[in-house]
T-cell receptor
Framework: AQSVTQLGSHVSVSEGALVLLRCNYSSSVPPYLFWYVQYPNQGLQLLLKYTSAATLVKGINGFEAEFKKSETSFHLTKPSAHMSDAAEYFCAVSDPNTNAGKSTFGDGTTLTVKP | EAGVAQSPRYKIIEKRQSVAFWCNPISGHATLYWYQQILGQGPKLLIQFQNNGVVDDSQLPKDRFSAERLKGVDSTLKIQPAKLEDSAVYLC???????????FGPGTRLTVL
């Protein structure tokens, strides 16, 4: 079975500050990992993904995440927050070993950016 | 490339009524998902199709929810009869294969009164 834990349901940062959103996963096989962003009244949009290549993954809008197997973590970071980054962020894990691998989502972290 | 289309975007019904949602995935995507997203929670998988076969429906309340994917393309999700606790956003997503990144539609916000 696989699961995702996002520590901190709400994170607030000042504009220009570092963004750090935490994600820990549990999986019985080497996983694929994803970060998605959801803006109000919209569906989820992929930010970045880890698919067993480079452990440091760069995504859209200046976000990046590092896969740390020893810590079973895939934290999302951005050096400098922008007002437009305010949204809800979801971490997800999937099993690449089956053609119809199931994805499991965390409960999300709401990011607030203060001026 | 056209994205995942869903309709309607909003629906308000009374409890015990029925409702249906429609989803058109990205062309060529074999896998289609329906999720329920309750306010403040992450998407919860209701059903996953691979082409027109069901891969996972373990969390689908089968006494009231049903879904089909005709000819491995469009899909409909139905609730009959609706309960108050069904109020949520219903998201449809598609992917090339099950473990790939998923592309989400805008969702349908259902309110059950």
């Amino acid at each position: 079975a696989q699961s995702v834990t996002q520590l901190g349901s709400h994170v607030s940062v000042s504009e220009g500050a570092l963004v750090l959103l935490r994600c820990n996963y549990s999986s019985s096989v080497p996983p694929y990992l994803f970060w998605y962003v959801q803006y109000p009244n919209q569906g989820l949009q992929l930010l970045l993904k880890y698919t067993s290549a480079a452990t440091l993954v760069k995504g859209i809008n200046g976000f990046e995440a590092e896969f740390k197997k020893s810590e079973t973590s895939f934290h999302l970071t951005k050096p400098s927050a922008h007002m437009s980054d305010a949204a809800e962020y979801f971490c997800a894990v999937s099993d690449p070993n089956t053609n119809a691998g199931k994805s499991t989502f965390g409960d999300g972290t709401t990011l607030t950016v203060k001026p | 490339e056209a994205g995942v289309a869903q309709s309607p975007r909003y629906k308000i019904i009374e409890k015990r009524q029925s409702v249906a949602f429609w989803c058109n995935p990205i062309s060529g995507h074999a896998t289609l998902y329906w999720y329920q997203q309750i306010l403040g929670q992450g998407p919860k998988l209701l059903i996953q199709f691979q082409n027109n076969g069901v891969v996972d429906d373990s969390q689908l309340p089968k006494d009231r929810f049903s879904a089909e994917r005709l000819k491995g393309v469009d899909s409909t999700l139905k609730i009959q009869p609706a309960k108050l606790e069904d109020s949520a956003v219903y998201l449809c997503a598609s992917s090339l294969r099950g473990w790939n990144e998923q592309f989400f539609g805008p969702g349908t916000r259902l309110t059950v009164l």
